[in-house]
Each structure stands twice: as C-alpha cells, then as structure tokens.
C-alpha cells in the first residue's frame, strides 16, 4: 500500500474545535496531497505539496490549512471545524513531475465526525 | 480548471458480462487518465491508466481507450466477476491548481450472480 499511513483513522469532535490529520510516507516522495470524499461529489483537493515548506491550493481549501516540514510528513489542519468538514480525508502521494500527470497513491483515509 | 464528467453512475451487469464506464474531460492538454477502484470503506486503488500517446491500453479483464479528439475516455471490463462490484473514478489532471487530480463522482458497479 505504498507505505503511507493516515492518524487518526477516526476522529469526532465538536463545531469550532481545531483539528489537525497527518499524513505520513516512507517512500521519500516529492508531491503529497490532502482530498476529501463525500457522496455525491467523488474526491476534491484540498492542499497539496511539491517539496518542503512548498504548498498550494486545490479546488476545496477553505477553511483548511496545512504544513509539510519534513518529507516524510503532510499534516492538514482544520482551524475551527464545522459540519461540512465532516468527510473522508484522504492523503495521496507521487512522484510528480508537475501538472498531475503521475499515478497517485492513496493512504487509507480518516474518518471525520464533526457535531 | 479541468472538468470531469462520468457515466453512469450506477451500473448493474450480469456476471460473466461486460461492463463499460464512460468520462469526458474539458482540458485539451490534459495527457494522462487514470481509473481508481474502491471498494467499500477502502481506499482508492489505481487498477488501470492510459497517457495520450496511446488510445487503448489492456490489463487482463480491463481495458481504457482513449479519444483525445472527443475528449473521453471508457473503461472496459470483461467477463466479470462478483469481486469486480465496487465504485469505480476516472481522472484526469487539474484539480483546481496546476497540480493534482479531478475526479468524476463514482460508478457503483453491481455485479448480479
């Protein structure tokens, strides 16, 4: 499964509390990327990183921050959660060259409750 | 942005016959299309991809050709199986920034015994 792991696989917590997911590799990858699953919409962008310290916007990333300090490491925050955050999150990563055009891998996903 | 459309969105074959998926995409200059497999409470698993370079490409009981005049691209599977039942994504380059993937909304694929 492409040595990435997703913590924590489940979470529940309340409206305006900060959230953070992580997101980890060990196959020294350059792109990482935050999606969300949701019925009816497929999977979205949410952030992703071409390097250290290196980060943008997808499609979805209002109200979502997040920070890649090392490779290994991707940790997408939620500052203050609300209902429509609640979602599947899932990591992916590859070896881009840019522009998307490299096959992707996908961590097994977390699982958010917000009430 | 890209914009990516997929059909139908529900599909129920019987087994040992053919099923097909359908994606159209907006982006011209998008070259590289792969479909995604995802089996309930799982992750997303790449079964199979197609670059533009190429306009059919096989694996086994899978296969993805390509039409980059009309812009769409169709999964083929054959003889199928009750394992294949599950929901199946097509992408395609651009999700909303120069990088990532767009993603149509899913086929749920029923396999009747």
């Known amino acids: 499964d492409a040595g990435i792991t997703q913590s924590p696989r489940h979470k529940v917590t309340e409206t305006g509390t900060p959230v953070t997911l992580r997101c980890h590799q060990t196959?020294?990858?350059?792109?990482m990327y935050w999606y969300r699953q949701d019925p009816g919409h497929g999977l979205r962008l949410i952030h992703y990183s071409y390097g250290v310290k290196d980060t943008d916007k997808g499609e979805v990333s209002d109200g979502y921050s997040v920070s890649r300090s090392k490779t290994e490491d991707f940790l997408l925050t939620l500052e203050s959660a609300t209902s429509s955050q609640t979602s599947v999150y899932f990591c992916?990563?590859?070896?881009?060259?840019?522009?998307?055009?490299?096959?992707?891998?996908f961590g097994p996903g977390t699982r958010l409750l917000v009430l | 942005g890209e914009n990516v459309e997929q059909h139908p969105s529900t599909l129920s074959v019987q087994e040992g016959d053919s099923a097909v998926i359908k994606c159209t995409y907006s982006?011209?200059?998008?070259?590289?299309f792969p479909w995604y497999k995802q089996e309930l409470g799982k992750r997303p698993q790449l079964i199979i991809d197609?670059?533009?370079?190429?306009g059919e490409k096989k694996d086994q009981r899978i296969a993805v050709t390509l039409n980059k005049t009309a812009k769409h691209f169709s999964l083929h599977i054959t003889e199928t199986q009750p394992e294949d039942s599950a929901v199946y994504f097509c992408?395609?380059?651009?999700?909303?920034?120069?990088?990532?993937?767009?993603f149509g909304k899913g086929t749920h694929l029923i396999i009747q015994p």
């Open positions: 196959e020294n990858h350059r792109y």
């Open positions: 992408a395609a380059p651009g999700g909303g920034g120069a990088d990532g993937l767009t």
């Open positions: 982006d011209s200059a998008s070259n590289y």
């Open positions: 992916a990563i590859s070896e881009s060259t840019g522009l998307g055009q490299e096959t992707q891998y």
């Open positions: 197609i670059r533009s370079n190429v």
